[in-house]
């Protein structure tokens, strides 16, 4: 081998080795993940079934195919046969293959009944897609809560990153986090009644083998029966507008004993917050705490449509900054909008208290210059929204 | 058109003498009733809107070539996502498959030419409005269509962007196009045979063109059905759509599908044809079980019609309706099988040699199998709940419709640009497309496949660190995929342009009444039938 042509060898490997020498490419899953369920795990093994009968028909063609393709060739001096029917091989190739796919109904049907079986579950939980972010509520249990992504925006924004580099910058879950996962207890089957506010959007838990589309006004059922506790993660897989890669699903599954200090917890949590939602609407708060909790829950909850500057992305979603609503309108219009909604925009009534429901108010009353001086409070929220 | 034009046109078509009575410049092109000439023009529209329609793709491979957002809003994805997929369906693939139909078929069956001249000229002039208004929506304020080109309801209804009258519209314009395509295409064939030429004679091109075009009769209007439902639902106040209103989201799905199922048929029939016309040819043998990959085309057709909601398998179908849907759709491999096993034993001790149009379909064989195979996996529904609507269906159609449906059409492109221009292709740069172009389209797909299998979620602006490796795979062969199609570009203009004389039948192996006319095919063909025994 020449000098010359050992550099380019040399060249070529090192250039290589640096595509794959990605600090990420070890975390790179190239199968189907096997799961946590005995149906994700029959699901698994469907999959590979369906595979390697797909391999092994490959072999066949494509081995036919590049025999011919290399020992019947003209410039090797093949002549044409002129066979060109047989009634014998077209009944053989249909048959067998009519064999091979009976093969892989029989446990695609079993699979399947299994799968669409949701009776006897010992626990319900209803999970409400919106516009991004998921909503789950414990039948039974008096407990309901909205997950929401919790990957911070400056990570998927690329802010102090930009382009080059960036990967160090997100965290290990990028963009598979939330603030409130979904817990639900080990060992038992566990029923999914799933449905949306507004557009369609589907939950999907690729270790539990899970996919249910959530369809306005309609309720589907899935169900799944974990076995080990530990932390489970997927996304929303049907395109629901402009977040739609921005609504992960984070499910926690605890032990049993877990699980019901968990619901004990999440009890005394719904008792203590309503007791804080009575306190204040005796309570006033100054108008830098107004701000401070106004500017976090618009981030979390306004700045995904509206965006952080106030702009909006018009004419979809309008701007707050210099707006009518949020400038010159009364108060209690805007804080009506805010509670009940209005079009595309979802009610934030059941989702945010009395108080950052005013927070929020005051903010987007005096942020970007809109500079009004309100300062809104819990009682006038109660009062606005009617209740 | 003056009372002189009509005249003229009336005299060309009652003239038998041969001279072209064609107009000169832009005229020629704007009232052109022959059929050569507007399945050039179906022809170059279908190769401006690939290029438009990849365009897009390269900014959408751009955004996923690292995890964060880089260069575009999630909306304005969206909006690229939707009107890709758009483009290259109803701009891209269908419209070059009319052209080859328009070209081809009057020559193959020995017609003088389509059986309805004018409304061919209709149907074709009608198109770019269709996609002026599409690709229009962009520079105005609502944006372009955001909803994927599945356009599901409430999406695109209540929560859309404001583009659903522009989308409505242009679709209804692509459909009226279509159908007047189809009953074309049905009318000449079915009138305009030679003497002698029953339907069990016609080449298997010609076939699946008529099988493709009763397709179109019946499911477009099924489409245009749908988008006017949306309309009403969205400016309206219907409510077919809207469970507030006592409709339901999924009936849209059912109603979409039931078109989108026989869409993808007739999107790959075509191809089957033309790639049964080209390896017979370059293997020196005949097309191996004719009347079984009749059979199979017509098969393939009826299953389409009872397969649609294998795309909805996680809508929340009862069993029943899931089990009918996967046993049908797995069925449906069995007449695709049988046309695979007869390309190979057309192959197999065959006198085989490699020309570009033949290298084409090979890698068409091949690589339509493996999109046949991810098919036949996503047909089994309790794995079809894993595989939904991540890249691993990306990777499948993707599979079946650029390495099927578009290596078919370049198949096809080079084995007939002889006839077209009179020349020869430059075989080099040709050889340079075919590589090229095989190269990087499996950089570019096959990752995909494990990006599905992995958990990536399919029309996601932004993505988890794991998919981050084999996403900067996909946008560089994206890329590389991109540029090689301009190398196409520089072969069909050098084409025209010149190169050496091609002879009437430049391929030895080559069957058919077109080889039989002078290359460059001349303006009018089989004035007088010509004989088939």
């Known amino acids: ?387 | 058109m003056t009372t002189d034009t009509i005249n003229e046109s009336l005299d060309d078509a009652h003239n038998d003498d041969h001279h072209d009575h064609k107009m000169t410049g832009i005229k020629r092109w704007l009232y052109t009733t022959n059929h050569k000439d507007i399945g050039t023009l179906y022809l170059w529209f279908s190769f401006i809107m690939l290029l438009t329609g990849g365009a897009l793709a390269m900014v959408i491979r751009v955004e996923l070539f690292q995890p964060g957002l880089q260069i575009v809003e999630p909306d304005f994805f969206n909006q690229l996502t939707t009107v890709h997929g758009l483009i290259m369906v109803f701009g891209a693939i269908m419209p070059a498959f009319t052209g080859f139909a328009n070209w081809m078929i009057p020559m193959m069956i020995g017609a003088p030419d389509m059986a309805l001249p004018r409304m061919n000229n209709w149907s074709f002039w009608i198109l770019p409005f269709a996609f002026a208004i599409l690709i229009g929506s962009f520079f105005m304020e609502s944006g372009a269509p955001n909803f994927g080109w599945t356009f599901y309801a409430p999406l695109s209804t209540t929560y859309s962007n404001g583009s659903t009258a522009f989308f409505v519209f242009a679709v209804h314009i692509m459909g009226i196009s279509s159908i007047m395509g189809a009953i074309n295409i049905v009318v000449t064939i079915m009138n305009l045979r030679t003497p002698g030429m029953t339907y069990m004679k016609m080449p298997l091109f010609v076939w699946t063109f008529f099988i493709t075009a009763y397709l179109l009769i019946a499911v477009m209007p099924v489409l245009a059905g749908v988008v006017t439902m949306l309309l009403t639902d969205t400016y309206f106040g219907t409510s077919f759509f809207d469970a507030a209103g006592g409709g339901d989201p999924v009936m849209f799905q059912h109603i979409f599908w039931f078109f989108g199922h026989p869409e993808v048929y007739i999107m790959i029939l075509p191809a089957f044809g033309i790639v049964s016309t080209i390896i017979p040819a370059f293997a020196r043998k005949k097309l191996f079980g004719y009347s079984s990959m009749v059979y199979a085309t017509a098969s393939i057709a009826l299953l389409s019609f009872i397969v649609w909601a294998h795309h909805m398998f996680t809508t929340g179908m009862p069993l029943f309706g899931e089990l009918f849907f996967m046993y049908c759709t797995m069925l449906i491999a069995v007449p695709t099988g049988v046309k695979v096993f007869n390309w190979v034993a057309t192959m197999w001790r065959g006198s085989l040699t490699f020309e570009i149009p033949m290298l084409f379909s090979i890698a068409f064989v091949i690589l339509f199998t493996i999109g046949g195979f991810s098919g036949l996996m996503l047909a089994l529904t309790p794995v079809d709940f894993q595989y939904h609507d991540t890249y691993f269906v990306v990777a499948h159609f993707h599979y079946v419709l650029v390495t099927g449906s578009l290596f078919s059409i370049y198949a096809g492109a080079y084995y007939w640009l002889p006839k077209w221009t009179g020349y020869m292709y430059n075989d080099s740069l040709a050889k340079w497309h075919f590589w090229c172009s095989l190269i990087s389209v499996n950089l570019l797909f096959f990752p995909m496949h494990f990006l599905g299998l992995a958990g990536m979620p399919r029309r996601i602006p932004d993505y988890a660190l794991q998919f981050a490796d084999f996403n900067k795979w996909v946008s560089i062969g994206g890329f590389a995929f991109g540029l090689s199609q301009l190398i196409f570009l520089a072969v069909v203009i050098k084409c025209i342009k010149g190169g050496d004389k091609a002879a009437a039948k430049p391929w030895d192996g080559a069957e058919g009444l077109e080889w039989t006319v002078a290359s460059p095919a001349p303006y009018h063909t089989f004035s007088t039938p010509p004989k088939v025994d």
């Not at chain 1, 029959?42 to 391999?55: K, N, P």
């Not at chain 1, 949701?118 to 509520?137: C, L, P, R």
């Not at chain 1, 382009?163 to 603030?179: H, I, P, Q, R, S």
């Not at chain 1, 921005?246 to 605890?254: A, S, T």
């Open chain 1, 1 to 387: 081998m020449s000098r010359g042509n050992q550099r380019w060898l040399m060249g070529i490997w090192l250039f290589c080795t640096s595509l794959f020498s990605c600090s990420a490419w070890s975390d790179t899953q190239l199968n189907l993940t096997k799961g946590v369920t005995a149906v994700s795990r029959e699901v698994y093994d469907l999959h590979m079934l369906a595979l390697y009968t797909c391999t092994a028909i490959g072999v066949v063609v494509f081995g036919a195919m590049f025999w011919s393709m290399i020992f019947h060739r003209k410039s090797k001096g093949a002549k044409a046969a002129d066979f060109h029917e047989s009634t014998t091989v077209e009944i053989l190739w249909t048959a067998i293959p009519v064999i091979i796919l009976i093969a892989m109904a029989v446990p695609a049907t079993s699979t399947l009944i299994d799968m669409e079986n949701n009776d006897n579950s010992e626990v319900t939980i209803q999970i409400t897609g919106s516009q991004w972010k998921w909503h789950y509520k414990y039948f039974d249990q008096d407990i309901e809560y909205y997950s929401v992504l919790s990957t911070p925006r400056e990570q998927y924004e690329n802010q102090n990153g930009s382009f080059e580099g960036n990967g160090a910058l997100k965290g290990k879950d990028y963009l598979l986090e939330v603030d409130k996962p979904l817990v639900i207890p080990a060992n038992k089957k566990v029923r999914f009644l799933i449905t949306s506010d507004d557009v369609i959007h589907s939950w999907w838990v690729p270790a539990f083998a899970v996919k249910q589309d959530a369809n306005p006004g309609f309720i589907n059922e899935a169900w799944t029966n974990v076995d080990e506790p530990g932390i489970y993660r997927g996304q929303c897989a049907e395109l629901c507008g402009k977040d739609h890669g921005f609504m992960p699903i984070v499910v926690e599954v605890k032990s049993s004993d877990d699980y019901d200090a968990w619901l004990n917890e999440q009890q005394a949590l719904t008792a203590k917050a309503a007791d804080a939602e009575k306190a204040s609407l005796s309570a006033s708060m100054s108008k830098d705490e107004l701000m401070q909790l106004g500017e976090t829950t618009y981030m979390a909850h306004c700045a995904a449509c509206h965006q952080p500057t106030g702009l909006g992305l018009p004419p979809t979603f309008p701007a707050l900054k210099g707006s009518a609503v949020a400038t010159q309108g009364p108060i209690a219009e805007h804080i009506s909008l805010v509670v009940n909604g209005k079009g595309m925009m979802p009610p934030f009534g059941k989702q945010l208290s009395l108080k950052e429901i005013a927070a929020l108010i005051t903010y987007e009353r005096n942020a970007w210059g809109n500079d009004t001086g309100d300062l809104v409070q819990s009682s006038d929220v109660k009062a606005a929204s009617g209740e």
